[in-house]
C-alpha cells in the first residue's frame, strides 16, 4: 500500500524501485570525488544551475541541509552506495554539497580505561 505522504512515481512497495540504478548515474560507475560511506555531506546552498539535475539529485540535495553520511543517503533514497556515490560527486561538482572526512577518534582504540568503563556499564545493564 503506499504512503499518501511519500508520493513516488518511481518507487512500487510490490515491485521496488521502477527505475534501475544504472539508470539514475547514467551508467557511470564511478564518482568523480573520493568518498568514504561516514563522509559527511552538507548543502551549500550555492552552485551553478540545478537544471541538469535529476529527480534524485533533487532528493540527495534535499537530504543534505543537516549533515549526513553517504551510508545515511544511500539508506534514505533506496539506492547502493555507489550509485549515491556518483550522484554526491554530480552535486559535488556542481558546488551544491561539500563534503567532509570523518572525525577519527583520537584516543587508542584498545585504551584499557575505556574497556573497562563499557565492561562496567554492561555489567550495570545486565
Not at 563522509?39 to 532528493?59: C, F, I, K, Q, Y
Not at 554539497?97 to 555489567?123: I, N
Amino acid at each position: 500500500m503506499r504512503d499518501p505522504e511519500r508520493e513516488d512515481p518511481y518507487l512500487d512497495d510490490r515491485a521496488g524501485r521502477l527505475v534501475r540504478p544504472y539508470t539514475v548515474s547514467n551508467g557511470r560507475t564511478r564518482p568523480t570525488a573520493a568518498f568514504d560511506l561516514l563522509t559527511l555531506v552538507m548543502a551549500t546552498g550555492r552552485g551553478r544551475s540545478h537544471n541538469h539535475l535529476g529527480p534524485d539529485h533533487s532528493e540527495v540535495l534535499g537530504l543534505c541541509t543537516t549533515p549526513i553520511t553517504v551510508a545515511e543517503i544511500a539508506a534514505h533514497i533506496r539506492m547502493p552506495a555507489a550509485v549515491t556515490k556518483v550522484l554526491l560527486s554530480d552535486l559535488v561538482d556542481s558546488g551544491a554539497v561539500t563534503t567532509r572526512e570523518p572525525v577519527v577518534p583520537r584516543h587508542d582504540s584498545t585504551d584499557r580505561d575505556l574497556l573497562e568503563a563499557v565492561l562496567h556499564g554492561l555489567r550495570k545493564r545486565l
